[in-house]
């Protein structure tokens, strides 16, 4: 067939994750209500990213034995160790050749790239909030928005319901079990409403530009903003 990733016969070469959320965005919609395909497509980003971009650091004083002691476990000893520690086993219960890999990668130093939802990506957002506080000072308020697409007639509109009717002030919606079904059938919509609701809150509430990066010259309900700093759960 056709229209698959990664196809070296393509004339213009497009990325895998391009191509993937290209597919979110067909009109027939095929691809967003696929029971596996979004969660197919994020395994394979995380696995290509977590391979290509994972390395160890060490001491240099230390590299020479290190080097070849990590060389010497097999891959047995390390899947095995995985399979103890994703159990949450004791370490007590370690075999001898798995307690010396442990204590081996403890001599390490792990540095992956901001994999979603992995540790490195924590730490990395945790430093960047770090050295907005260094440049910036503390901010002076913390903000949580968690807007609700099952009850927004915006989200019903994304999702397809053209019978909304957004120039009345309480527009006629479906029924919750009915809203609660289109949420999570098409949950690429329901990105889409956050993504939209939260920009338009800073956008016209907080009176920031995110094209120029900066604080419009009116500015919001707070004055005008120096930075900010959003991430989401």
């Not at 989200?155 to 029924?175: E, I, R």
């Not at 609701?197 to 120096?226: N, P």
Request: proline share 4%; glycine share 6%.
């Amino acid at each position: 067939g056709i229209g698959g990733f990664d196809d070296v016969t393509r004339p213009s070469p497009i990325a895998f994750e391009k191509q993937a959320n290209y597919y979110f965005d067909l009109a027939d919609r095929s691809f967003r209500y696929h029971r596996s395909y979004m969660f197919v497509v994020l395994n394979i980003f995380q696995r290509r990213i977590a391979h290509l971009h994972t390395h160890f650091t060490v001491r240099r004083a230390h590299f020479e034995s290190l080097a070849m002691r990590l060389s010497s476990v097999s891959p047995s000893t390390l899947s095995r160790l995985a399979d103890q520690l994703q159990k949450e086993h004791r370490y007590s219960n370690l075999s001898t050749d798995d307690q010396n890999a442990l204590n081996l990668l403890n001599q390490v130093n792990t540095v992956a790239a901001r994999i979603p939802g992995s540790q490195s990506a924590k730490m990395f957002v945790r430093n960047e909030i770090r050295s907005y506080f260094g440049f910036f000072g503390m901010p002076h308020i913390f903000f949580t928005c968690n807007p609700n697409a099952s009850h927004s007639p915006i989200f019903q509109l994304m999702y397809g319901d053209n019978s909304v009717d957004l120039t009345q002030q309480y527009p006629c919606l479906v029924p919750a079990r009915e809203r609660a079904i289109r949420l999570a059938r098409d949950p690429v919509a329901a990105a889409d409403f956050f993504h939209f609701s939260v920009t338009c809150i800073f956008t016209h509430l907080f009176g920031w530009d995110f094209d120029c990066q900066s604080s419009t010259e009116r500015g919001g309900i707070l004055g005008h903003l120096e930075a900010f700093y959003g991430t989401n759960e």
